[in-house]
């Protein structure tokens, strides 16, 4: 096998990749995802952020990683026990790993801490499906 038929191997198997995560990014927006960016460790210098889908599953806000070959999600919040501690503007170096216009919120649960960057409808649609805990469910942000 030459150079030539290894470089065209090479090139359709990362063709065949960019159509796989367009079509799985593009599938998972069409059933109610939206975009979402997240970190689970965090560094003053903006780093570690990650673009996304999140998607509602009852109880559950699912994030599902656009550069991953992965068919589950890569991150899976709960509801129950979920608090928002901060809610913040970007920093610079931060801003190009997010939607636009988004609003950085850092959570808390018992499974640890992220932080979940989101733009202005996808923020009012989380904090409603907060809100929205079952009856007996304590608002996490309510004394």
């Not at 990014?25 to 059933?31: A, C, F, I, N």
């Not at 994030?63 to 901060?86: C, K, Q």
Request: glycine share 14%.
């Amino acid at each position: 096998m030459g150079i030539t038929e290894i470089a065209g191997l090479i090139l359709v198997l990362a063709v065949i990749g960019l159509v796989y995560f367009a079509w799985r990014r593009v599938r998972l927006l069409r059933e109610g995802g939206v975009h979402v960016a997240l970190r689970s460790k965090f560094d003053d210098r903006g780093r570690g952020w990650h673009l996304g889908v999140g998607h509602y599953r009852g109880d559950s806000f699912a994030w599902f990683r656009v550069l991953s070959l992965g068919s589950g999600p890569d991150e899976l919040i709960s509801r129950d026990g979920l608090e928002i501690d901060a809610r913040r503007e970007p920093t610079g170096p931060e801003a190009y790993a997010m939607p636009v216009g988004a609003i950085v919120l850092r959570c808390r649960s018992g499974s640890g801490e992220v932080e979940i960057a989101m733009g202005p409808d996808a923020l009012t649609g989380f904090l409603s499906w907060l809100e929205s805990s079952p009856p007996g469910r304590s608002i996490p942000w309510a004394s």
